[in-house]
């Protein structure tokens, strides 16, 4: 950016104190200014229409979607943007979502204040803060998980997605008309394939596989 231009930031988050805290971080600085906020995937393109950002801030879980939707109907009206999420979302398919939707930087929101300011600096000069070598992590992941997800039987899905509701093992033998002693062969079988060592580990790997909704 040249000196006497700020870079015009568009924050979309559906949490009103953040945004609040956002513009009011993001403003203090002399290179850049927040010229709006939207708090879904609906507005935020309409807002992005009337005022042409130069960098968007986006929280990934957002009310009617998440924040690879809204950076793709911004892209539509506002091609120019550049992207940055900004979000306690951590798992690998937020990432990955974020990395198919075109964005420039991927922060969590642990981060310190200062970080976010020189990311948007770094995006809006041109830079891109996902690495290659990021993305080469990432599509390994994926490929471990899409390996994972294709090991499991359609018996261990619904077994996994009953343990997910807290039905217990005797329960699920009864839903799935089975003995206890093959839901325990199914449980240990998720087990070794997703390579966790109880029900918790399991059920939290499989959202992070988003084998549950």
Avoid: C, W
């Amino acid at each position: 950016m040249t000196p006497d231009k700020q870079t015009r930031v568009l924050i979309v988050e559906d949490h009103q104190v953040v945004a609040d805290g956002l513009s009011a971080l993001l403003n203090t600085q002399r290179d850049m200014t927040v010229v709006g906020h939207a708090g879904s995937v609906a507005e935020s393109a309409d807002r992005a229409a009337e005022l042409q950002p130069d960098v968007v801030l986006l929280d990934f879980r957002l009310t009617d979607g998440t924040g690879a939707d809204a950076a793709a109907a911004i892209r539509r009206v506002a091609p120019q943007a550049k992207h940055i999420f900004l979000t306690r979302e951590d798992s690998d398919v937020a990432r990955f979502a974020a990395l198919e939707s075109g964005a420039s930087g991927f922060i969590h929101k642990s981060k310190a204040a200062s970080e976010v300011v020189d990311a948007i600096r770094t995006v809006a000069s041109g830079g891109n803060l996902i690495t290659p070598s990021t993305v080469a992590t990432l599509l390994n992941r994926r490929r471990q998980s899409e390996s994972q997800r294709e090991s499991l039987t359609a018996r261990e899905k619904e077994v996994l997605r009953l343990m997910a509701d807290g039905v217990s093992s005797r329960e699920i033998a009864g839903k799935l008309g089975i003995s206890y002693a093959t839901v325990r062969t199914h449980i240990r079988s998720l087990g070794a394939k997703l390579g966790v060592h109880s029900k918790v580990q399991a059920i939290v790997k499989a959202r992070e596989l988003a084998l549950l909704d």
